[in-house]
């Protein structure tokens, strides 16, 4: 199996769901970013923050720090937050036994600081499970944050530096409970991370 296991898939299948069940407790052991949904008291969604990957195992412990707000004019993006802490969190994640990035491949990758941090982790040794917008997620990011043809030609470019990586395997999700990508994960896992 290859080092680097990236899943796709349209918003809403399981991905990250699928990820974080398969490793158990063993994501308290990975470097790297993950996205949250931020919701208010009453369920609504108030924004997405980014936490370190560790955090998937215990949120309450980690504070994040908000990358998109949702108020009455609608949604705002803070590119600093990636431009800065996600640079940080990908930087340490070197020192990881492994590496979970949930999720890339929205905005993010026009920041060239941030991109340039995903370039310089895939070229480390340490295995990698992440999680990248499909095609679906990133024409709607481009929708709703007025972003140009130069995003989406961005976008097509990391999918295909990735798609031609010897060292990384991507697996696209297509429904909730597939058993391929449950496979594909559990595989991942035992062979580099060696949960059983």
Same mark, same amino acid.
């Given at each position: ?14 991905? /990250?769901?699928? &990820? ?18 931020? *919701? ?14 560790? @955090? ?8 994040g ?6 108020s ?27 590496? *979970? ?15 340039? @941090? ?33 995003? /989406? ?16 395997? &991507? ?13 594909a ?12």
């Amino acid at each position: 199996m290859k080092k680097h296991l990236i899943i796709t898939g349209p918003s809403g299948c399981g991905k /990250t769901t699928l &990820i974080r069940e398969v490793l158990g407790s063993s994501i308290a052991y990975a470097g790297g970013i993950i996205t949250e949904r931020a *919701l208010d008291e009453k369920g609504e969604l108030e924004g997405f923050d980014l936490y370190p990957a560790a @955090a998937a195992a215990d949120k309450d412990s980690y504070t994040g720090q908000r990358f998109i707000s949702r108020s009455a004019l609608g949604l705002t993006k803070d590119t600093e937050v990636f431009r800065n802490y996600g640079v940080q969190l990908l930087t340490e994640a070197q020192y990881y036994p492994f590496i *979970l990035i949930d999720e890339f491949g929205g905005f993010d990758v026009l920041i060239p600081q941030f991109r340039n @941090a995903i370039a310089d982790v895939f070229s480390l040794d340490t295995p990698i499970i992440a999680v990248l917008k499909n095609s679906s997620n990133v024409k709607e990011v481009k929708k709703k944050f007025h972003l140009g043809p130069r995003f /989406t030609q961005t976008v097509d470019i990391v999918r295909t530096v990735l798609a031609n990586d010897p060292d990384t395997q &991507i697996v696209e999700m297509k429904k909730a409970g597939d058993l391929k990508v449950r496979a594909a994960i559990e595989q991942w896992a035992k062979e580099y991370i060696n949960v059983r």
